[in-house]
């Protein structure tokens, strides 16, 4: 197996030995590493970035030993991709400004170049005879998947959504299968399908769902482990392709983050709760790596609370501090964590922040706003009052709830949010004033057709789809979203991060945006970070939360604190990262076979590029 752990604060690649119980450190740089897979011959590979995300993917024996290239000749890009099939043919996919390029090779070899695509587009899976390849490109578009012939690029079949969309999942594992598993999005469920070779795309009705999933292959190329995301926890089920039946695994309430099946039916999953850290479990009692435990309860309560909303009902997940025996609940000040996307959710998942936010007396409001996955296609596809507009008045919605229910202090309300939630907070600030007494905007969003201009091609891509074309095509659309054109409304104050390398959220319109607050008067605090948006050091993590908490405990209690009343724990998610400050190899393990494991349909799903 092969993990990312923390390692001094910062996340690294780990091997775990199930025979001897034993973690190895693969990986040492300042940076930190996140990307890694392990192939079918226990290979080990990761992908070195610099600040700007470019790198390239190396590898090592799982034993350890010389670093190699993963294919020799290779130009430095981002990363789309990785693949190795039984027979040590390796395809990686690089990406840049111009679009995506898929390299083949054997392992360790010269590449050769296979495509060039002048789009965003992800590398999705190779046969295990090395065969064949598949490519992810927009899910809705007529190329959503594309098969290709690795000998020489040429194209075995192109597979389009058919009025949906379409994601694909990897190909088969068994020896000699190009069987391609795909899920496809209907009208209003996720199904999962089929392809092979010389045949069209097989339909699986019987294995239908009302919201979003992401499925991998099981050992023996016939089963299929199904894990989806419904309102806020995970349900896991196992279907047949061969008996067209399904079942659903047991699992405990919360979220599932990883499961995989191994040879013989022993199911490895990485789980957690609100309440409870992400914890490996073995159905066979295999050895895992064991993670970090808390030496003390997390504490809070938990509550689910549903408001009703013009598309539906409106889920928020809720965690107020503990009320001592006998004393009655007042209204408290609250939080509003804002997830990013904005095709992600908030779930029922240990969060370091909401940790240290609860232990700090603040109650922790996280809103499942409309755009949001896991509740279905309709939810997700809801932008009834305008891009950013329709989340705002869902924050407003919540806000309403709890402050009518007594537990949130009307007076002391704040939002904070890392990318995409980032923007929301800014937009919520500036567009409903008066609501909220603080915010805290994490590498945000700040000036829309400043940040197409200078932001990555794929997020562009999502840009205008969400907007329906470009700022010169639609100029009115990006401006009334745009948190901008609010700046002058804005009254409440404002802790801006940035970070200095962001691609995907750019500083330059963020340098803009704070100007115009310094223009207006607008009581701000700016923290610049040495990083790209994706940042897999934990003491930036850190740094960002204790400023935070300091900020919020000042603006909404009125303390003139200096250190949160906590230890800080990193936010799971934020930014990216998933490193934890804890002694190896605790960390967030995840498991990784021959494939990568995050291809994912729905959810995050690298295929459809998020701002979170």
């Known amino acids: 197996m092969v993990f990312t752990a923390d390692a001094q604060g910062r996340c690294e690649v780990f091997t775990w030995d199930a025979r001897t119980s034993a973690a190895r450190r693969v ?70 400004d111009r679009g995506t390029t898929v390299h083949a090779g054997q392992r360790g070899g010269r590449a050769r170049t296979v495509t060039r695509l002048p789009h965003h587009a992800r590398l999705t899976g190779i046969s295990p005879d090395g065969a064949l390849l598949a490519v992810g490109g927009q899910a809705r578009s007529a190329d959503a998947v594309t098969v290709l012939h690795v000998r020489d690029g040429s194209r075995a079949a192109a597979l389009g959504p058919q009025g949906g969309a379409l994601w694909s999942l990897g190909f088969g594992p068994a020896a000699g299968q190009r069987d391609l598993l795909l899920v496809r ?15 069209s795309v097989r339909t699986h009705t019987w294995c239908a769902f009302d919201t979003e999933i992401t499925a991998r292959w099981c050992p023996d190329g016939r089963h299929v482990l199904i894990r989806q995301d419904r309102h806020g926890r995970s349900v896991l089920h196992r279907a047949d392709l061969r008996t067209g039946t399904s079942e659903v695994l047991p699992t405990a309430p919360g979220t599932l983050l990883d499961a995989a099946e191994h040879t013989g039916g022993d199911l490895h999953t990485l789980w957690t709760s609100t309440t409870l850290p992400p914890r490996t479990a073995s159905s066979a009692g295999t050895p895992l790596p064991s993670l970090p435990q808390l030496p003390e309860p997390v504490p809070g309560e938990q509550h689910d609370v549903w408001t009703p909303g013009p598309d539906g009902d409106l889920h928020t997940l809720v965690t107020l501090p503990d009320t001592p025996h006998g004393r009655p609940r007042r209204p408290l000040p609250t939080v509003f964590l804002v997830h990013g996307g904005p095709a992600d959710h908030d779930r029922d998942a240990y969060d370091g922040t909401v940790h240290s ?41 919540a806000r309403a709830d709890l402050v009518a229910r007594g537990w949130a202090d009307p007076a002391a309300l704040a939002l904070w949010g890392t990318s995409w939630g980032g923007y929301l907070t800014l937009l919520a600030l500036g567009a409903r004033p008066g609501l909220w007494r603080a915010g805290v905007a994490v590498k945000p969003l700040a000036r829309l057709a400043q940040a197409h201009a200078t932001t990555t091609p794929a997020l562009r891509a999502l840009d205008e789809r969400l907007f329906g074309g470009t700022p010169d095509e639609v100029p009115e659309r990006y401006a009334r979203s745009s948190p901008h054109t609010y700046l002058p409304h804005l009254d409440a104050p404002l802790l801006v991060v940035a970070a200095r390398h962001d691609a995907k959220c750019p500083p330059g319109q963020i340098r803009d945006y704070t100007a115009g607050l310094a223009a207006h008067g607008k009581r701000h605090e700016v923290l610049w970070l040495d990083t790209g948006h994706d940042g897999y ?76």
């Open 27 to 96: 990986t040492d740089r300042p940076g930190g590493t996140f990307h890694c897979s392990i192939d079918a011959d226990a290979h080990v590979w990761w992908f070195e970035e610099d600040a700007h995300a470019v790198g390239t993917w190396r590898y090592q024996d799982f034993g350890g030993g010389p670093v190699h290239e993963g294919l020799r000749g290779v130009p430095a890009g981002l990363p789309r991709g990785l693949a190795v099939g039984r027979t040590g043919a390796v395809a990686l996919a690089l990406g840049d």
């Open 185 to 199: 999005q209907d009208t209003d469920r996720y199904v999962l399908a089929t392809w092979r070779p010389g045949e």
């Open 357 to 397: 936010l609860v232990a700090s007396g603040f109650a922790v409001a996280r809103v499942n706003y409309r755009g949001s996955t896991g509740y279905g296609p309709a939810w997700r596809a809801a932008m009834t009052e305008g891009v950013g507009l329709t989340q705002v008045n869902d924050l407003a919605a």
């Open 537 to 612: 050091d934990g003491a930036d993590h850190v740094h960002v939360l204790r400023r935070a908490v300091v900020f919020l405990d000042r603006e909404l209690r009125g303390r003139p604190r200096t250190t949160p009343t906590a230890p800080p724990a990193t936010r799971r998610g934020e930014s990216g990262s998933t490193a934890r400050h804890a002694p190896v190899p605790a960390g967030t393990a995840t498991v990784h076979l021959t494939e990568r494991t995050t291809d994912h349909a729905e959810g995050h799903h690298p295929q459809r590029p998020a701002r979170g």
